[in-house]
Each structure stands twice: as C-alpha cells, then as structure tokens.
C-alpha cells in the first residue's frame, strides 16, 4: 500500500482520543458495544441492554432507521425505536449508538445519542458526512463494504474538514470472492488504519462474519489485533430477531465473549 498521500486526520502523531460521555475510544480501554441489530420492541431492547450492560458491555447499539438491500424487509421502528432506545438508555444511563440515515435525522436523534453511526452503504454519502461533521457528536464511520482503506479515511476527512474531530472508524468486512461467510473482516485494516491515522478504530464481527458462530473469534482476534473495540450484534432469541438474527449473539454467547476478553485483555495492556 502507498502511504504517501496525507490526510488531516493523520497529521498529528498523537493518538486522537474520543469520548461517548465517561467511555473514552482510543485510550488503553477497549470498549464494547452491544445490542440488538434493531430496536425491535420495548421488551427485547430492554432485556438485551440490561444483560450486555451487567456483562460488561460500556456502549448499547440499536437500529433506530436500517438501511436494508432489500425495500421489503423489515426498516427499522424509526419514532417507536427512538422512544424506546431513549427510555432504555435513560434508565441504564449508559451511552447509546444508532445509526443516522439522512440528515434530516440529526435533529430529532442528537438529544439521546451519543455517537452516530454512518453505515457501510452511506460511507460515500459525502452530504451526509459534511453535515455530521457539523456537530460535535462522535460519529462512527463504518466502512464501506467495497470501500479502500484510503477511501474510507478520506470519507473521515469530510467530518473532520466540516469541524468535528470525534471520529471513530469501525471496519465491518468487505465484499470479496468469498461466500462462505456475509463478508470478509480485513482485520489488516486495524493496524493499516493505526499507521496512516490517528483516529481510534473498532470491529464489527457481527456484520464481518455473518455467522454467530464465528463472532466471537474473530472479536478476539480484533483485540489482538490491536482494536479499540467492537460493536456485537445481541438477543435473546436470534430466530425470532426481525434483522439479522442469523448472526446474533445468544445471551449465553455473550456471557462467554466477555469471560475470553477478560483473560485476553490483561496480555494487551487493554482493559474493558
Ligand atoms: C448495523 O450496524 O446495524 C449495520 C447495518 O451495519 P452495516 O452498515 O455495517 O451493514
Ligand atoms: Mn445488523
């Protein structure tokens, strides 16, 4: 890979730091996140933030908008998730992440969002990018899934030249000849990203696998790989998940991802 070209975002040499309220991305902490793939009803967002939170979990993730392949499929509750995640939240007062479809979003999610998330299919929403980066709220911005690793930060840059610095980078899998699994994690991207970028970066295995039975491993490897953290999809009973259940953490999954990273962490240096 050039490394040549320079971004912005890359021009310090200290690492940049980025906190969700008191949860800090960047630091010796590594952070999870962990939730539904949406916010389905009140009794599943409720149940899973409550189990991931007394398990370790710092950051509760769910889809207020999904942005679906297909426009059959189930969109996401929109203002019922809003309402519920916020009541959630609220009651747990831990920081939670949902992800910003369009603009005209920002307003109505900013008072109970710590962090917008960018999807994969909208890291080339330049529009969007621009106006995130008129706010100060962090915004995680996942990776295109046929997106460059160059590409990708230069999509950072767009938040950051409009004047928000709070990014964090989440690398979810790229499309490849592969089909044994939904996508491929480029966990090359972890260390790529650690040398031509100051910005923190996470993993999402959930998305990268496709497979629950491979999402703990490769959670593992992200942190030996040096991540910041990762964003795990949750719930207490995938078959009857309306998004992406095929790749959901069980509870009990959960449970036995947080018991490996406490024995892992300490190797290191990271504590959850
Ligand atoms: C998600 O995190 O719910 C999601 C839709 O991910 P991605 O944009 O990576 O597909
Ligand atoms: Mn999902």
Redesign the pocket.
Same mark, same amino acid.
């Given at each position: 890979m050039e490394s040549t070209q320079r971004f912005a975002v890359t021009s310090k040499s200290e690492r940049s730091l980025v906190s969700l309220d008191r949860i800090t991305f960047g630091g010796p902490r590594f952070v999870v996140i962990a939730g539904p @793939?949406?916010v389905e009803s009140h009794s599943v967002f409720a149940e899973t933030s409550a189990f991931v939170v007394e398990h370790g979990a710092s950051v509760l993730?769910g889809?207020v908008f999904?942005?679906r392949t297909d426009p059959s499929s189930f969109q996401g509750l929109g203002a019922e998730a809003a309402q519920i995640a916020k009541q959630v939240k609220s009651k747990l007062g831990v920081p939670f992440v949902t !992800?910003v479809t369009d603009p005209r979003q920002i307003a109505d999610l900013a008072p109970f969002v710590d962090a917008f998330?960018v999807?994969?299919?909208n890291m080339h929403n330049y529009y969007l990018l621009k106006e995130l980066g008129q706010h100060d709220k962090p915004v995680i911005l996942?990776r295109g899934?046929a997106g460059l690793i160059k590409e990708w930060l230069l999509s950072a840059e767009y938040i950051s030249q409009a004047g928000n610095k709070n990014i964090i980078l @989440?690398e979810?899998g790229i499309r490849t000849f592969e089909t044994e699994t939904r996508n491929t994690l480029d966990l090359n991207a972890v260390p790529a990203v650690k040398s031509l970028s100051s910005l923190p970066i996470i993993v999402?295995p959930s998305?990268g696998t496709g497979r629950r039975d491979f999402v703990v491993p490769m959670a593992l490897a992200a942190a030996a790989a040096g991540a910041d953290g990762i964003?795990v !999809?949750v719930h207490p009973d995938p078959s009857k998940a309306l998004s992406?259940g095929f790749q959901a953490l069980t509870f009990d999954d959960f449970r036995e991802l947080m018991e490996k990273l406490k024995l892992l962490l300490p190797v290191l240096g990271r504590t959850l």
């Open positions: @793939c949406s993730r889809g999904k942005m !992800e998330q999807g994969s299919r996942k899934f @989440c979810r999402d998305h964003m !999809e992406d």
